[in-house]
């Protein structure tokens, strides 16, 4: 189970914030596919949508990886993301019995 320790720290940043939220709607990122949906978006897109380097756009996506809130896919040399959706529904359910 990931702790609540790298849940909050992966969404204390607002630009992390914001890629789980483009996440949410894969298809409004240009040129992706419906095909492409279930293995998520590619990091340059994500990358050129945020205006971040490769690099910070890279550790960002492997925090929110590490906080269990997106699934890394690997294609060739690109990787895909996505949202993890059942479990940010686990997650969701473990704060609401907190508060």
Sequence with gaps: MH????????????AR???????KDPMSFPGQEPADVEIG??????QQR????QSTTS?????LRQAG?????RRGKWTYYRRDEANI??????????F
């Excluded at 914030?17 to 996440?23: H, S």
């Excluded at 945020?50 to 380097?53: E, H, K, P, R, V």
């Excluded at 550790?59 to 925090?63: G, N, S």
């Excluded at 529904?89 to 907190?98: F, H, I, K, P, Q």
């Design 17 to 23: 914030r914001q890629m789980l939220v483009w996440l």
């Design 3 to 14: 702790t609540h320790q790298h849940l909050a720290g992966a969404l204390s940043n607002p």
């Design 69 to 73: 809130l997106v699934v890394a896919t």
């Design 59 to 63: 550790q960002y996506l492997a925090i």
């Design 50 to 53: 945020a205006g971040l380097g």
């Design 41 to 46: 978006v590619c990091v340059s897109d994500i």
């Design 89 to 98: 529904a686990r997650l969701l359910e473990a704060l609401g019995d907190v």
